[in-house]
Every structure is written in structure tokens, then in C-alpha cells.
């Protein structure tokens, strides 16, 4: 199976002065993947060609948000990943199952309960305990990396609430923003991404070779028209 997945998509390209949110929609008009996945702080939401999966960041409009958290649909072809769901997908003979956490770490936020907090950018203590349960996931999204294995600053970008999901779940790969910068780790036979701002680069990963491929990301794509 071919999955695109991006980083974070807030804020303009760096060559040009075009939102990169824009330049993710047309991306994701001409890829051929099976999948599009994004890691959180799409900041700009608009409306997708095709089924693009996601999770919360902490730069995503608040109120967008809690109207994903009731239910609703308020973007074309923009679906949120619930916090512990495992979302199953098939091209062919394979199957893949996608899980994820939304939302960054913050200490004010964490020991507190969700319907205690209006901003669901931060994630709590209890949202992680809604992850531990999961197994056989092929793809775990976070908005963070889990602590201890060189994945960027700590307790913001590597933490240990993202490391007790890894050590629990054990997926095969966790994609992961929040910190701006591409780094990869293989730990006990699973494979962690931070991904670099969609403005500088996307990836495609072949979920049967296990490669992962870094695309420079190309502003001009989009028409005049368009911006």
C-alpha cells in the first residue's frame, strides 16, 4: 500500500508567499497514494479531494475541533482520527490498521480531564490510557515522539506520555510532528518519524518494501488563480 503522509502544514512556504494548506490540497488532487495521513497542525482547514485522515495538533482551530469531537463533519474529505480508535484500510490483499494521540504535550494540560479543558489541542493523562489498549496497529500517528530515544527536545517534542504508547502499542510505524525536522529511529523492530513542515517536504511510504521516500515540496504546483 502507498501512504502519503505530511508533517505540519500551518503557515505560508517558505518560497513563496502561498499558505502550504494550499499546496497540500493539490498534492493530494494528484497523488496516486492509497492513503493520505497528517500528523496535526494543519492550521488552515480546507476542503480535500479525497479522504485525508488526521489528528488534532496544537494549531488547529479550536472550534474546528470540537465540532470534529461532536460528531460532525464541517470539512469535505477531512476526517479526525478519535483518540485509541483503529481505523482499518484495504487495497488488495493487504490490510493496515491507523491509530493515533491528538494533540501536543503541555504540563498545564496533561493532569487534567478532558471535559475539564474547552482546547483540545493538548492531550491529557486519560487519552493516553484511552491508547494502551491498542494492538496490531501498522501506523500510529502523534503530535510529539516518545522521550528517550533522541527524537528532539524533552518533555515538548519527545515525551514520555508518546513513549508509554510505543512501548504498549508497539506499532510497526509512528509518524510524528510538532518538532519541524525530519529524524528517524528503528527501536525493537518498529520505525519512528518526525516529519518536517509540509512547506519543505511530504513522503510517501511503501508499506509492503517498508521505504520511506522524502519529496521536496513544490509551491509553484499551485495556480495564480488559486492563491
Known amino acids: 500500500m502507498k501512504v502519503l503522509v505530511f508533517g505540519d502544514i500551518h503557515g505560508l512556504t517558505g518560497k513563496a508567499d502561498i ?18 495521513l497528517q500528523v496535526g497542525d494543519m492550521g488552515g482547514h480546507r476542503p480535500f479531494s479525497r479522504p485525508v485522515h488526521w489528528i488534532f495538533g496544537n494549531n488547529d482551530s479550536i472550534s474546528l475541533m470540537q465540532a470534529f469531537d461532536r460528531g460532525e463533519s464541517p470539512v469535505e474529505n477531512l476526517n479526525h482520527i478519535r ?44 487519552e493516553v490510557e484511552q491508547c494502551l489498549h491498542l494492538r496490531n496497529i501498522d501506523i500510529f500517528l502523534a503530535h510529539g515522539c516518545p522521550s528517550g530515544l533522541g527524537m528532539g527536545r524533552e518533555p515538548d517534542h519527545g515525551n514520555p506520555a508518546i513513549r508509554r504508547i510505543f512501548d504498549s502499542v508497539k506499532p510497526r510505524y509512528m509518524f510524528c510532528g510538532h518538532g519541524h525536522f525530519y529524524r528517524e529511529v528503528e527501536f525493537e523492530g518498529c520505525r519512528i518519524y518526525s516529519l518536517d513542515l509540509a512547506s519543505k517536504a511530504h513522503y510517501m511510504l511503501d508499506t509492503q518494501s517498508g521505504k520511506l521516500t522524502a519529496f521536496e515540496t513544490d509551491p509553484t504546483i499551485v495556480e495564480p488563480a488559486q492563491q
Open 19 to 36: 499558505p502550504t494548506v494550499d499546496v497540500v490540497v493539490e498534492i493530494v488532487k494528484r497523488t496516486d497514494a492509497d492513503l493520505v
Open 83 to 126: 483518540n485509541g480508535e483503529a481505523l482499518t484500510f484495504r487495497v488488495g490483499e493487504e490490510t493496515i490498521a491507523v491509530s493515533g494521540l491528538s494533540g501536543a504535550y503541555d504540563p498545564l494540560y496533561f493532569d487534567f480531564k478532558r471535559d475539564e479543558l474547552e482546547d483540545l489541542g493538548y492531550f491529557t493523562e486519560d
